[in-house]
Nanobody
Framework: VQLQASGGGSVQVGGSLRLSCASS??????????MGWYRQAPGKEREFVAE???????HYADFAKSRFTISRDNIRRRVYLQMNGLKPEDTAVYYC???????WGQGTLVTVSS
């Protein structure tokens, strides 16, 4: 099983990015049971951002509500994180995770500058 995050980059305040997490070797039931996005800013602990679980139910960290949207493509086994209204405090390495398998993908760096 492998997870690979991509789509990070450098944007200015207020900009948008769409992160993608490609999974391989994950059966559908495991994929739909729960995939999440987390982030780790420099000098800080990794924190929860959003998750999408059975039935497409989503949960967001408070800072992500109204700005971030998690979605998934079950056929392609991909999870997305649309991030709008980015702020400097959103600068971090973003990781995707299989909640059931507790497997982390390689992160993708998001840098937001003012």
């Amino acid at each position: 099983v492998q997870l690979q995050a991509s789509g990070g980059g450098s944007v200015q305040v207020g900009g948008s990015l769409r992160l993608s997490c490609a999974s391989s070797g994950v059966i559908l039931s495991v994929f739909t049971s729960g995939m999440g996005w987390y982030r780790q800013a420099p000098g800080k602990e990794r924190e929860f951002v959003a998750e999408i679980a059975d039935g497409g139910v989503t949960h967001y960290a408070d800072f992500a509500k109204s700005r971030f949207t998690i979605s998934r493509d079950n056929i392609r086994r991909r999870v997305y994180l649309q991030m709008n209204g980015l702020k400097p405090e959103d600068t971090a390495v973003y990781y995707c995770r299989s909640n059931i398998l507790n497997i982390w993908g390689q992160g993708t760096l998001v840098t937001v500058s003012s």
